[in-house]
């Protein structure tokens, strides 16, 4: 049984950093591409980020691209996402999830094209 677990949310002042981590179980994910994604009160689930597990080749939302940093340990079997700059629109329930990929070295911003999925962690911004 695959199991994605979150942790590190929070609040914060705007400007404040958060790492967010999610522990990873169930199978060997070095041929899976990891994600993570929000979700904001009244507002669809978005891509924030993703990371071939294997290869460390990253993405990220325009939104976040700067500011967030996606990376892995693999003795650990963690995903994290690490969150500088923040600002209060980054307020959202942050998922972690993963997939098995048709094909390696594209984007998988569809929330629809991963099949494993965490419970989320709330991450609140003041300003």
């Known amino acids: 049984q695959v199991q994605l677990l979150e942790s590190g949310g929070g609040l914060v002042q705007a400007g404040a950093s958060l790492r967010l981590s999610c522990a990873a179980s169930?199978?060997?994910?070095?041929?899976?591409?990891m994600g993570w994604f929000r979700q904001a009160p009244g507002k669809e689930r978005e891509f924030v980020a993703q990371l071939n597990w294997s290869g460390g080749i990253t993405y990220y939302a325009d939104s976040v691209k700067g500011r967030f940093t996606i990376s892995r340990d693999h003795a650990k079997n963690t995903l994290y996402l690490l969150m500088n700059g923040l600002k209060p629109e980054d307020t959202a329930v942050y998922s972690c999830a993963a997939t098995t990929p048709r094909m390696y070295g594209i984007m998988l911003k569809n929330p629809g094209e991963y099949a494993y999925w965490g419970q989320g962690t709330q991450v609140t911004v003041s300003s």
């Open positions: 169930g199978r060997s994910f070095s041929n899976c591409i």
